[in-house]
């Protein structure tokens, strides 16, 4: 079983504590490479993507257009994509999780453990870069470092659900450790998995290259919509 070593965490710790597990996954590559990156910034119409700038960690508006063969979806420009991937701007990839055979087993498995519902969005650059600032999440997530060093802060507070997520004042935000309480305070490495509970205050600082999975949990009852098929079917070959 792939999930283990975390299952066996999240058993013992039923307060829902943030809680990093060191070489968790192994050969965590096998899950996403430069290489599937690559195919994917080539193919922007089947993800969502995002871009953060490297110099404020603020989001980068992308210019899009259009598919004859998708005239609804608004789809960023590929030679931008790579023009802001190669300057080491952070890229995000969601809705990566069936992009391979290994990303759909991977979340497949944890939503046949917990009353959840996943995906999985890559968090990649190529130089060190920046993310977001300090901020809160509607679902719990499972951060999966699988290229290079990320330090990660997981502060001893959480946002309460009166207020929409994305809410922290902007003086919050410029000084989390003058107001918050720092409860995990890590460098992840290629295998290691930080667990961070629902609406907990966290932030990352990717000082190095590096590719990571954040994989976002959100409890079934939530939302009202059935999980995804994660089933792989095949053709009738007799055919």
């Known amino acids: 079983m792939i999930w283990k070593k975390f299952h066996n965490k999240i058993d013992f710790h039923y307060q829902d504590q943030p809680f990093v597990i060191k070489g968790c996954l192994d050969d965590p590559s096998q899950y996403v490479s430069w290489q599937d990156i690559e195919t994917c910034l080539n193919v922007p119409q089947n993800y969502s993507i ?3 700038s490297h110099y404020d960690s603020s989001k980068i508006e992308l210019q899009t ?11 960023p420009i590929k030679s931008e994509l790579f023009d802001f991937f190669n300057c080491g701007h952070t890229i995000i990839i969601a809705e990566y999780s069936w992009h391979n055979q290994k990303a ?6 944890l939503e046949e453990l ?3 519902a996943c995906d999985i969005h890559v968090y ?3 130089k060190p870069s920046k993310s977001f600032n300090i901020h809160d999440d509607m679902p719990c997530n499972i951060i999966c470092q699988v290229e290079g060093k990320t330090r990660w802060k997981v502060y001893d507070n959480r946002s309460s659900h009166l207020y929409n997520i994305a809410s922290l004042p902007l003086e919050y935000k410029l000084n989390p450790d003058k107001y918050f309480t720092t409860l995990i305070d ?3 490495e290629p295998g290691d998995i930080l667990y961070i509970p629902a609406r907990q205050f966290h932030a990352a600082d990717p000082f190095e290259p590096r ?3 954040s994989i976002p949990c959100f409890n079934t009852q939530l939302r009202q919509f059935e999980k995804y098929d994660r089933n792989q079917y095949r053709r009738n070959k007799s055919n």
């Open 124 to 126: 990649c650059s190529t």
């Open 211 to 213: 590719i990571s999975m």
């Open 104 to 109: 759909n087993d991977l979340v497949k498995e």
């Open 114 to 116: 917990y009353d959840i």
């Open 65 to 75: 257009t259009r598919c004859f063969w998708i005239p609804d979806k608004e789809i």
């Open 186 to 188: 890590e460098v992840l």
């Open 50 to 52: 995002e871009a953060i």
